[in-house]
C-alpha cells in the first residue's frame, strides 16, 4: 500500500470509527506503520495534527444529532467519544463559533463537510526537497478584489496616497 493509499484509508477508517477511542498509536498500528512516521505522513498530507483532524471530523459529526436528534447534549458528547459535556462545548464553540445549545434552540443549520479528497501534490521540506507526492486540499472558493501600489514609507505620505486609492470607483 503506498502513501496515498494509506491516508486515504485511514480517512475512512477514521469516518467509520468516531465513536471509538482513535490515538495515534491505534490508527498508525491499523495500517501497520510506525506512528511516529505515520505522524509526519499524515501531517504533511493533511496540513494538521491526526489528533486536531480527528476532533474536527467528530464535531462535523455531531451536528445532524444536534439539529434534528432531540438527544441530550450530553449523551452525544459520550456517543462521539469526547471526555465530557464541557469540553464538546468548548470544541464545538471554538469550531463553529457558536454552542451546541444555542445551535439547537436557535434552530440554524449548519452543513457537514465531507471527508477531504486526497490529491497529488508534491511536498518539499525546509531544503526544498521532495518529501512526498501526495497531500490532501480542500480549497474553498473566495471572491478577492483591491489594489497593490509600492509606497516608501521614509519619504512617501502613504495615508494620502491610500486615500487617494480608496477614493477611486472600481469596475
Keep these: 500500500m503506498d502513501h496515498y493509499e494509506v491516508i486515504e484509508s485511514s480517512l475512512i ?27 509526519r505522513l499524515f501531517s504533511a498530507m493533511m496540513g494538521c495534527s491526526l489528533n486536531n483532524y480527528i476532533l474536527s471530523r467528530r464535531l462535523n459529526a ?24 464541557s469540553s464538546f462545548n468548548r470544541a464545538f464553540k471554538r469550531q463553529y463559533g457558536i454552542a451546541p445549545s444555542s445551535l439547537r434552540v436557535k434552530n440554524l443549520n449548519i452543513l457537514q463537510s465531507p471527508v477531504p479528497s486526497v490529491v497529488k501534490r508534491p511536498i518539499k521540506n525546509i ?3 521532495i518529501v512526498t507526492d501526495f497531500t490532501l486540499t480542500e480549497l474553498k472558493s473566495i471572491r478577492l ?21 480608496s477614493n477611486k470607483t472600481s469596475c
Design 13 to 39: 477508517y477514521i469516518e467509520n470509527n468516531l465513536d471509538q477511542s482513535l490515538t495515534l498509536e491505534s490508527v498508525a498500528n491499523t495500517f501497520n506503520m510506525s506512528k511516529y512516521y505515520f505522524h
Design 62 to 85: 455531531s451536528l445532524p444529532f444536534i439539529q434534528t436528534d432531540h438527544l441530550p447534549l450530553t449523551d452525544i458528547a459520550y456517543m462521539l467519544n469526547f471526555g465530557t459535556q
Design 127 to 129: 531544503n526544498g526537497d
Design 145 to 165: 478584489s483591491g489594489i497593490a501600489f509600492e509606497v516608501d514609507l521614509a519619504t512617501d505620505d502613504y495615508k494620502t496616497k491610500i486615500r487617494s486609492h
